[in-house]
């Protein structure tokens, strides 16, 4: 879900805070 939100949505504003806060490499990893 986070994939398809951070492919259509820029990953200038999601991507910045995602991998800030190490949610998105969380899920990403597990």
Known sequence: ML???LNWV???A???P???SGKKRST???
């Open 10 to 12: 820029p990953p200038k």
């Open 3 to 5: 994939g398809a939100a």
């Open 14 to 16: 999601p991507a910045a």
């Open 18 to 20: 995602a991998r800030s």
């Open 28 to 30: 990403e990893t597990r």
